[in-house]
């Protein structure tokens, strides 16, 4: 069954928010876990969405991409922007 | 007057080989006397800092630079590197310092324009250093600010029709060989099969959904000018599935030395006559190439593709008419378990633009599903690859096992066959047996 964009959007910020005092960012496979029955595609889909309302943003190593909530953790201006 | 004293990093000046300290030194000057003109908008005396924090990394013995960030162009979830200096009031011309990585053309065929065009425009809105090209063979801008960021991105992808190449958890930007654009050897059109994967997975490139990094490099020959082998965890390396052509008059010059061997190439001394049985006969790695009675023959069932009787005797020797590639999937650099080359997974595949390249797309698209849902964190599709075993990848994909999967028979006996794969099941006549074995 295709994922409901807007319920799937909410769980994910869902998860984001109570992990929010131990973690700030998340592994791709953090998210496909919260829906075993779908497909990655379709959390990848969910995400990008998150992504393009500015709610989530992408965190990158260079070598490694993670995910986490706009605002959450150490951000841009702690690193002198 | 330099910026900063560097003393350490004027010691790598010192070797014979061409140095990144001079060529840093060089921009720095260029950019503090500025003979054009230009508006810098990042700090001017960024590569002079750059040249700075690097010797005190020397001298500490440590890094000044802070991991990763969340800087990017909207949208994109790779193509950006945030890297920050931990020492901004010492270095303020690194404050920032994030990487740009720009896809490079199909067989990095530049124009002169093109590369005008992007060192203009890094110039302007970069520190003007660049790395021509990273390990992945994309182009790197080093070093600009966030602002910029935008502004770079619209420039390249409105003005210079071009676009971000991959970074983090993404397909990386795609790398071929010239191909058929300049080489006989060619069993494919790399540059065509590249450019297309690249438009087709656009979203792979751009927004990361992979465990790790994930690399395609396209070679149109076993030659392997891009290495794919080595540096793609998906490898399309151009083979023949017919036999190696053979013109035996032209063999018989080569002989004779009309034609010189190897293109001509070597021929800065003299190594003598050409002596096929020592040059080829003798190098061939399986042993299937014959010289007997003036003619050359090869047993092309065992062949092995390493090119070297073609490359020798280019004019007599020629690759099969029945083209196509093979897929080779695993290869990585150390981290865990330490280098690997890739691994044979499809043997021949046709490289078919009529149906827009399906069959390999199927491929492609079998293997990440595996690896999206089996890998792990961090994990290359190599290591996933070792740790539940090439068996598993080959049924994931859905193609059918094959000898030439095996490097060596009874090394590495991989397959474990199912109840299922097996004429008659396990099911047998324990009285048949008994027959035949005692207890």
Known sequence: MPLDMEAAKAEIMKFCEQKSKSKSKFYFNDFTKLFPDAKAREVKKVLTALVQEEKMVFWSSGSTTMYGMAGAGKQAAAEGE | MAKHKTPLLDQLESGPWPSFVSDVKQEAEARAK???????????????????????????????????????????????????????????????????????????????????????????????????????????????????????????????????????????TPAACMGMSRCEYACYDSQELCYNLTQEYQDELHRPAFPYKFKFKFDACPNGCVAAIARSDLSFIGTWRDNIKIDQEAVAAYVGGEIAPNAGAHAGRDWGKFDIVKEVVDLCPSGCFKYEGGKVAIDNKECVRCMHCINTMPQ????????????????????????????????????????????IKDVVEGVWDWWMEEGKNRERIGETMKRLGFAALVKAVGIDFDPRQVQEPRHNPYIFWKADEVDGDWDRDINEYRKRHQR
């Open chain 2, 34 to 172: 500025n003979e054009k003109g230009l508006d810098y908008q990042i700090p001017a005396d960024c590569p002079a800092d750059l040249l700075g924090v690097l010797e005190l990394s020397y001298t500490d013995g440590e890094t000044h630079w802070k991991h990763g960030g969340i800087v990017g162009v909207f949208g994109y979830g790779g193509g950006v590197i945030g890297r920050y200096c931990d020492q901004p009031e010492m270095f303020p011309g690194v404050a920032h310092f994030h990487t740009v990585r720009v896809a490079q053309p199909a067989g990095k065929f530049y124009t002169t324009k093109f590369l005008r065009d992007l060192c203009d425009l890094w110039d302007l809105r970069g520190s003007g250093l660049t790395n021509m090209h990273g390990s992945t063979g994309d182009i790197v801008l080093l070093g600009t600010q966030t602002p910029q960021l935008e502004e770079i991105f619209f420039e390249l992808t409105h003005n210079m029709n071009n676009d971000l190449g991959g970074s983090g958890s993404n397909l990386r």
């Open chain 2, 316 to 359: 007599a020797l020629h690759i099969g008419d029945e083209r196509g590639c093979s897929i080779l999937c695993g290869a990585k650099a150390p981290i865990l378990d330490g280098p690997q080359m890739g691994s044979l997974l499809v043997p021949f595949i046709e490289v078919n633009k009529d149906d827009d390249f399906q069959a």
